[in-house]
């Protein structure tokens, strides 16, 4: 039987939280969570990075702020704009999430068989992947959406057939069967050096497209 918890007894003087406070307490976990993911290093990284996640998601669902950035695993879905705002993906309006694409912050794709309309890959918003895809997107401007999603979302055999999102994140896509001890190794790696790898693995791409037009 799951214990029922009563939110209003975690606060001082029995407050209930505020959406202000909801937001401020989500920004500092997102800040601590991509911190100790830059930061932790040495032969426990795997082990700090564990305790630190589940006493972070035990804390939000605690407050009743279990947002879907804190997910474990790197979702395939696709979410309209309206979506992306309206669930809590992000802390921007409609407008500032485009702006942020045209910025090379995030990217969206426009649906197989649509002229019009765009959708948003969800794992692109899973902490840490904000904070490190913008210098990756930057290498793919002028190229399709469609060949920058194929290029996020194929495995690649230089990073042991990981993909690029699953390398930048550090997490496995949800419908990834298993890992293997090899690509987990690598998923552990710090973030700045998961960085790294997919931008030359980035940069390679575009070498061999630049050759193949050229």
């Not at 202000?20 to 032969?43: H, K, N, W």
């Not at 009743?64 to 950035?69: E, N, R």
């Not at 802390?91 to 045209?102: C, G, M, P, T, W």
């Not at 699953?166 to 090899?182: D, N, P, Q, V, Y």
Request: charged letters at 20%; a neutral charge; proline letters at 6%.
């Amino acid at each position: 039987m799951t214990p029922h918890v009563n939110h209003h007894a975690l606060l001082p003087g029995h407050q209930e939280l505020s959406g202000s406070d909801l937001r401020l307490i989500e920004q500092f976990s997102r800040l601590v969570s991509t911190r100790l993911d830059i930061l932790a290093q040495g032969p426990d990284r795997s082990r700090l990075l564990d305790l630190a996640t589940r006493a972070l998601n035990e804390a939000r669902i605690a407050l009743g702020t279990d947002l879907p950035s804190t997910q474990a695993r790197l979702p395939v879905s696709k979410l309209k704009v309206s979506e992306v705002v309206e669930q809590g993906w992000v802390e921007l309006s409609q407008a500032s999430l485009y702006r942020a694409v045209d910025n090379k912050r995030f990217y969206c794709v426009t649906p197989k068989g649509r002229s019009i309309g765009k959708e948003f890959p969800a794992w692109q918003f899973i902490q840490p992947v904000p904070e490190l895809i913008a210098p990756v997107l930057a290498i793919f401007t002028g190229q399709p959406s469609s060949e920058i999603h194929a290029f996020w979302v194929s495995s690649a055999e230089e990073l042991n057939d990981l993909s690029p999102a699953e390398m930048l994140a550090g997490k496995s896509f949800e419908t990834r069967a298993e890992i293997h001890s090899s690509q987990q190794a690598l998923l552990d790696l710090p973030a700045r050096e998961r960085l790294r790898k997919v931008i030359t693995a980035a940069q390679w791409q575009q070498r061999g497209m630049a050759d193949i037009i050229g």
